[in-house]
């Protein structure tokens, strides 16, 4: 058979995988080039490279090579091709097409004019043309133009080889199957599964790499179950060689399947262990792979020798996403210590610093990417000699990135810091304050807001307009959040970051992720959950620590209604400072949740304590109660759709609160408070109460700096 020069592609960093299974194969002149690897050998060869490569993305049959000044030099030498002898003339084409010239400046245009001058030709030379098809054609072309020079393809693979026909369902983000296969080559997979090693994927998702695992180790093609290829309509397609090749492959499956070794997948989601059982039965590997829904934190390894878990852990592409995902690589490496002695790790993943929390040592780090980004394939041998104390590296991680981040011009900031943490810490320590505002924008260039809540930071970046320079602006956000855990000494997964900006109608209540991870702080007596990842604000506004001590102080034996509650902070320090009883309205059913959860902490149970879901302004025409001590804290604009109309501070503030003084029992008091910076209060048209400014007195030391971040009254009865 005659001997043919093929290219398979592959991303970058597969190459060499991609060029050891095509010697196995019995490839021959097996050579790396930009994109992939050229090889040569029959066309059985490419058959084989299409149904037996794991790795590579597509087997193409170059026709030809030549130079193309411009647009229409390139017209010309493709209409010279003998595009007959490939494609019938009343067949499919479609064209991919890359690169620019002369001419052609895009690839849509470049697509149309090599499909004009395969037309052209079929048309004067058989008085008919072929037609587009671009899902399923007879032959896909491809076409490349680079610095005057054209190569033209065909597509014997057709769709890319990552489409291996057993994804039915998937998940957020999955691995494409060949990369995968990569991956579990480079793991050392195939020589552990020949051994009877088990394996163990605990973050599964749609079960790829599990089921690829089994593919491998009982010889089953990876091509098996597609049923079209780029040559099936090809004019140059054999099929007795094809089918030769699919009977073989069938044989070699059957007495495959009998050799894999136990496979265990899991995941904490239903939907990725409903997904990992749907595609393990497209598979046909169902009965080969055992998969249940479990915490990682639980995954424990079977009896028996060792085997390798391998793993691709959820990785943020954004500043501040892989610190929330810091917790979760130290699991992995408290897990893996603890309970896999002896096993191979590997886990694959798009911020390898965070593989720096294992506290272990990789002994082998290979470069792959994921599409666009750049990943690294973390190896672990899971042995004592390669266990690192974590909190040594910690801190030499910090001492490092505090160094290059004061070389990189951010002295000034940590100065400020240190100056900060010195005054309002001490401050802090003597009133026995554990939450409070750390930094806020002291210096214009780092325009964040820095919260302390206990052993956690809470940080958030102020938009910067539009005249800053957003990739320095970047860079200083990076210097923020290098800095923060070495000046105060704090694991760089317990800092948050959110970027705030200005917030619209219901948009401030809308989660901003959904880890539903819960932190418990403390405010004077009171313990409160917070939340630092998943809404704009943690739960507990900082700024209103002394209101909320104010009502504690005046709450005994006075019945307390608490409206816009949020998540009820005030009304759990209106109980524990002996309310008789207490009302939370707002209209959030999320909020009052939260409200509930903080007063069970308190354990603060029974009737007398009631959480009710409605529109305040609705709700305040309609009951018919009085209070005691009321505290009235409404957002500064509100448009919710389950509003019947929008709400806004200065325009609506004068008709809220005669509906709230209303309910005021005799000798009540309400605490009214804004955070609207230019509110203007009506006096005039409240003239017939008595009004106290109390802005000065709930001011608290940390939030001095910005003494318009709220306004605050004292009202009551004339």
Same mark, same amino acid.
């Given at each position: 058979?005659?001997?043919?020069?093929?290219?398979?592609?592959?991303?970058?960093?597969?190459?060499?995988?991609?060029?050891?299974?095509?010697?196995?194969?019995?490839?021959?002149?097996?050579?790396?080039?930009?994109?992939?690897?050229?090889?040569?050998?029959?066309?059985?060869?490419?058959?084989?490279?299409?149904?037996?490569?794991?790795?590579?993305?597509?087997?193409?049959?170059?026709?030809?090579?030549?130079?193309? =000044?411009?647009?229409?030099?390139?017209?010309?030498?493709?209409?010279?091709?003998?595009?007959?002898?490939?494609?019938?003339?009343?067949?499919?084409?479609?064209?991919?097409?890359?690169?620019?010239?002369?001419? *052609?400046?895009?690839?849509?245009?470049?697509?149309?004019?090599?499909?004009? =001058?395969?037309?052209?030709?079929?048309?004067?030379?058989?008085?008919?043309?072929?037609?587009?098809?671009?899902?399923?054609?007879?032959?896909?072309?491809?076409?490349?133009?680079?610095?005057?020079?054209?190569?033209?393809?065909?597509?014997?693979?057709?769709?890319?080889?990552?489409?291996?026909?057993?994804?039915?369902?998937?998940?957020?983000?999955?691995?494409?199957?060949?990369?995968?296969?990569?991956?579990?080559?480079?793991?050392?997979?195939?020589?552990?599964?020949?051994?009877?090693?088990?394996?163990? +994927?605990?973050?599964?998702?749609?079960?790829?790499?599990?089921?690829?695992?089994?593919?491998?180790?009982?010889?089953?093609?990876?091509?098996?179950?597609?049923?079209?290829?780029?040559?099936?309509?090809?004019?140059?397609?054999?099929?007795?060689?094809?089918?030769?090749?699919?009977?073989?492959?069938?044989?070699?499956?059957?007495?495959?399947?009998?050799? *894999?070794?136990?496979?265990?997948?899991?995941?904490?989601?239903?939907?990725?262990?409903?997904?990992?059982?749907?595609?393990?039965?497209?598979?046909?590997?169902?009965?080969?792979?055992?998969?249940?829904?479990?915490?990682?934190?639980?995954?424990?390894?079977?009896?028996?020798?060792?085997?390798?878990?391998?793993?691709?852990?959820?990785?943020?592409?954004?500043?501040?996403?892989?610190?929330?995902?810091?917790?979760?690589?130290?699991?992995?490496?408290?897990?893996?210590?603890?309970?896999?002695?002896?096993?191979?790790?590997?886990?694959?993943?798009?911020?390898?610093?965070?593989?720096?929390?294992?506290?272990?040592?990789?002994?082998?780090?290979?470069?792959?990417?994921?599409?666009?980004?750049?990943?690294?394939?973390?190896?672990?041998?899971?042995?004592?000699?390669?266990?690192?104390?974590?909190?040594?590296?910690?801190?030499?991680?910090?001492?490092?990135?505090?160094?290059?981040?004061?070389?990189?011009?951010?002295?000034?900031?940590?100065?400020?810091?240190?100056?900060?943490?010195?005054?309002?810490?001490?401050?802090?320590?003597?009133?026995?304050?554990?939450?409070?505002?750390?930094?806020?924008?002291?210096?214009?260039?780092?325009?964040?807001? *820095?919260?302390?809540?206990?052993?956690?930071?809470?940080?958030?970046?102020?938009?910067?307009?539009?005249?800053?320079?957003?990739?320095?602006?970047?860079?200083?956000?990076?210097?923020?959040?290098?800095?923060?855990?070495?000046?105060?000494?704090?694991?760089?997964?317990?800092?948050?970051?959110?970027?705030?900006?200005?917030?619209?109608?219901?948009?401030?209540?809308?989660?901003?992720?959904?880890?539903?991870?819960?932190?418990?702080?403390?405010?004077?007596? =009171?313990?409160?959950?917070?939340?630092?990842?998943?809404?704009? +604000?943690?739960?507990?506004?900082? +700024?209103?620590?002394?209101?909320?001590?104010?009502?504690?102080?005046?709450?005994?034996?006075?019945?307390?209604?608490?409206?816009?509650?949020?998540?009820?902070?005030?009304?759990?320090?209106?109980?524990?400072?002996?309310?008789?009883?207490?009302?939370?309205?707002?209209?959030?059913?999320?909020?009052?949740?939260?409200?509930?959860?903080?007063?069970?902490?308190?354990?603060?149970?029974?009737?007398?304590?009631?959480? *009710?879901?409605?529109?305040?302004?609705?709700?305040?025409?309609?009951?018919?109660?009085?209070?005691?001590?009321?505290?009235?804290?409404?957002?500064?604009?509100?448009?919710?759709?389950?509003?019947?109309?929008?709400?806004?501070?200065?325009?609506?503030?004068?008709?809220?609160?005669?509906?709230?003084?209303?309910?005021?029992?005799?000798?009540?008091?309400?605490?009214?408070?804004?955070?609207?910076?230019?509110?203007?209060?009506?006096?005039?048209?409240?003239?017939?109460?008595?009004?106290?400014?109390?802005?000065?007195?709930?001011?608290?030391?940390?939030?001095?700096?910005?003494?318009?971040?709220?306004?605050?009254?004292?009202?009551?009865?004339?």
């Amino acid at each position: 058979m005659t001997e043919q020069i093929f290219f398979a592609t592959a991303p970058m960093g597969v190459e060499p995988l991609l060029a050891a299974e095509l010697a196995e194969l019995g490839a021959a002149a097996v050579q790396t080039v930009r994109g992939g690897i050229t090889f040569q050998g029959p066309l059985e060869l490419a058959y084989r490279a299409c149904l037996w490569s794991r790795t590579a993305s597509r087997v193409l049959l170059p026709l030809a090579e030549f130079p193309a =000044a411009d647009a229409e030099t390139l017209y010309a030498g493709i209409h010279d091709l003998p595009w007959e002898d490939h494609l019938a003339p009343d067949g499919t084409l479609s064209i991919e097409f890359s690169g620019s010239g002369p001419g *052609i400046d895009h690839s849509h245009y470049g697509a149309q004019r090599v499909k004009d =001058a395969i037309v052209d030709r079929f048309r004067a030379r058989c008085g008919q043309r072929p037609g587009v098809d671009p899902r399923q054609p007879d032959v896909r072309i491809h076409a490349r133009w680079r610095n005057g020079q054209a190569t033209i393809s065909l597509d014997l693979s057709g769709d890319s080889l990552h489409r291996r026909g057993y994804r039915e369902a998937t998940v957020t983000a999955p691995l494409k199957e060949t990369l995968a296969a990569a991956l579990l080559l480079k793991a050392g997979w195939p020589t552990i599964a020949a051994a009877g090693g088990p394996l163990i +994927d605990p973050l599964c998702g749609s079960g790829t790499l599990v089921i690829e695992a089994a593919w491998m180790a009982g010889d089953h093609a990876p091509g098996l179950l597609r049923s079209h290829w780029g040559f099936s309509g090809w004019l140059g397609h054999i099929p007795a060689l094809w089918n030769r090749l699919l009977t073989e492959a069938d044989e070699r499956c059957a007495v495959g399947q009998t050799q *894999i070794p136990l496979l265990l997948a899991s995941d904490h989601d239903p939907k990725a262990v409903r997904a990992t059982l749907i595609n393990a039965g497209r598979a046909g590997v169902a009965d080969r792979v055992r998969v249940e829904r479990r915490e990682w934190a639980a995954v424990k390894p079977p009896l028996g020798s060792p085997g390798l878990v391998i793993a691709n852990p959820p990785y943020g592409e954004r500043l501040g996403d892989a610190d929330d995902l810091s917790a979760l690589y130290v699991q992995l490496g408290d897990r893996l210590k603890s309970h896999f002695g002896g096993w191979r790790a590997a886990l694959f993943t798009g911020a390898p610093e965070l593989g720096k929390r294992m506290g272990l040592r990789a002994h082998k780090t290979n470069v792959f990417y994921n599409g666009p980004l750049e990943c690294r394939l973390l190896q672990f041998q899971v042995e004592p000699q390669f266990f690192v104390d974590r909190n040594a590296a910690d801190r030499f991680t910090r001492a490092t990135a505090l160094e290059q981040a004061v070389a990189a011009g951010a002295e000034g900031f940590v100065n400020r810091l240190r100056k900060n943490l010195r005054h309002l810490g001490r401050w802090a320590e003597r009133e026995g304050v554990s939450c409070y505002r750390l930094y806020d924008a002291d210096l214009p260039e780092y325009a964040v807001a *820095i919260d302390r809540y206990e052993q956690w930071l809470h940080v958030q970046e102020y938009a910067p307009p539009a005249s800053v320079d957003s990739a320095r602006a970047h860079e200083r956000l990076e210097q923020v959040m290098a800095v923060l855990p070495a000046v105060l000494e704090v694991p760089p997964d317990q800092v948050f970051l959110k970027i705030r900006q200005r917030q619209k109608g219901a948009s401030q209540y809308q989660k901003q992720a959904d880890q539903g991870r819960f932190h418990e702080v403390h405010e004077g007596p =009171a313990r409160l959950w917070v939340n630092f990842t998943d809404y704009l +604000d943690t739960g507990l506004f900082l +700024d209103h620590r002394p209101t909320r001590q104010l009502l504690r102080e005046q709450a005994s034996g006075r019945r307390f209604l608490n409206l816009f509650g949020y998540t009820g902070a005030a009304t759990v320090h209106a109980a524990l400072g002996g309310a008789i009883s207490t009302t939370t309205v707002d209209l959030s059913a999320t909020y009052l949740d939260w409200a509930q959860r903080n007063l069970e902490l308190n354990r603060i149970h029974g009737s007398r304590h009631q959480l *009710i879901r409605a529109d305040c302004r609705q709700w305040l025409t309609r009951t018919l109660d009085h209070y005691d001590l009321i505290f009235l804290d409404p957002p500064t604009f509100s448009n919710s759709r389950q509003l019947t109309e929008s709400f806004e501070i200065q325009r609506d503030h004068v008709e809220l609160l005669r509906q709230t003084l209303r309910l005021l029992a005799p000798g009540g008091v309400l605490i009214f408070s804004t955070n609207h910076r230019k509110f203007r209060l009506e006096a005039e048209a409240l003239a017939d109460f008595h009004l106290e400014d109390w802005s000065r007195r709930t001011l608290p030391p940390d939030f001095a700096r910005d003494p318009k971040i709220h306004r605050c009254w004292r009202i009551t009865q004339s």
